[in-house]
């Protein structure tokens, strides 16, 4: 099988321009297949406020009502996807933006109302890479927004690590696939604010006691919950690392 | 050659969740190979309203600022269009969303500053569809909003029928091209307020007599104008008209 790298981005490296082109240039020096996934960073909280939207996180997950759904529609589906797309053609590489809803490549169902209701966010049920595969193999570059549907016509707000994880979890069929999850720290800390502190080498067990000990907490939970989960369900590779380590391959490496 | 409908909506078309069900109800109707292109309608001006920004029109044609780029990336390329593809998608039809700079599908220059400076507005240089073709043939329906690229990483505001004449023109190369500009009115009207003073055929020198005559004016001059061009290049057929008659086939016919 070929190999395919996916690059998922989020947190400052998509907020700030100078950090993006920095992984851009890194995202061009790999060789094979590639596929980028990106998030909106604070870009959709920005614009929400400038609109006088209220932005609500519960455990890291925004609260999406129907304004806040359109929010994200623009600034995932358009604003963020669309500039690195332009951006990946200005280096080369022969781009295309997508969503979920696009080539029906991500179904989803809106999640349940439980204690919280999240709104319009949704929960993965299928993925369908027919067409994905189609471009891959064309050499095209695929950079999906975190957005799905419900193929009844809505939209849907879903996590891009989740989103990341489902691509790489059954791209793994057709591929030997390497994920990366890529934001401004060097890996897994044990110390937030000690970069050197850095978990080369992760196993789920070792995961679940940083976890309970709270060592490892807030959004990095559902990120490596995601992680374990592609890899055990056929993902080659899975590390996590910031832009400049891509082509080291230095980070948390899930084992 | 196999037959390929594109169908350019605009107008209150697009703004009108009814309207543009109404639309797609159509849409789905016709048989063969279709593609879709949309512009943004009053949309991008409330969206920039909301944001605090004044929109500017001359001649009919937006200035785009980088502050309005912006507005009509998130308009045009994220919420528009991602709203079209998941509406086609819970009708069957098996949408994908693209720009411009999406496979480079369409290379623009920015328009250089004369008595008036449009900002960020592109006008076409080149049109690539060996990745639009190749989607076409596994009868997936793309949906192209108005922006371009000019290949260095500027995304650009290009108007919407612009966009449809000139796909339309390079598509005829491979297909037997139909090109219906959809908008609310029943074709070009003699009279603007009577609905029953439509012209059913109209040649070029026609064109350029009412133009003189100031009887076609604004909005509808580069409509025509594109259409007769992308006639003259090869384009089959090129009608006016509203969603109603996309199936009947009345309205403005160029010849």
């Known amino acids: ?36 996934v990106h998030g909106g960073g604070k870009t959709a909280t920005v614009v929400a406020e400038k609109l006088g939207l209220e932005t609500k996180m519960v455990d890291g997950r925004r609260i999406t009502d129907s304004e806040m759904l359109e ?11 669309k500039k690195i797309v ?11 933006g997508l969503t979920g809803a696009d080539f029906n490549l991500i179904k989803a169902h809106k999640r349940p109302v439980t204690d919280i209701d999240y709104g319009f ?14 471009l891959i193999e064309e050499n095209v570059v695929p950079v999906i927004a975190p957005l799905t549907h419900d193929t009844k016509g809505q939209l849907l707000n879903t996590n891009a690590d989740t ?3 489902e691509l790489a979890t059954e791209l793994s069929n057709f591929y030997k696939v390497f994920l990366f999850f890529c934001f ?12 050197a502190s850095v978990v080369y080498d992760l196993n789920l067990s070792q995961f679940n006691e940083y976890k309970a ?43």
Do not use: W
């Open 1 to 36: 099988m070929d190999r395919l790298t996916i690059i998922k981005v989020g947190g400052k490296v998509v907020e700030q321009p100078d950090a993006l082109d920095a992984l851009l240039n890194q995202f061009k020096k790999i060789s094979g297949h590639k596929l980028l």
């Open 71 to 81: 929010v994200v529609t623009m600034v995932y589906g358009g604003l963020v996807n």
């Open 86 to 96: 332009a951006a990946l053609q200005a280096r080369g590489m022969n781009a295309v």
């Open 121 to 134: 966010v949704g929960d993965v049920d299928d993925v369908n890479v027919s067409e994905l595969c189609l």
């Open 163 to 165: 989103i990341a994880s």
């Open 184 to 195: 401004e720290k060097r890996g897994v800390l044990l110390n937030p604010d000690d970069e």
């Open 213 to 255: 000990e709270g060592v490892i907490s807030a959004g990095m939970i559902p990120k490596l919950e995601n992680g374990f989960r592609a890899k055990m369900k056929g993902v080659q590779e899975i590390l996590i690392t910031n832009p400049e380590n891509i082509s080291t391959g230095r980070g948390t490496r899930l084992v």
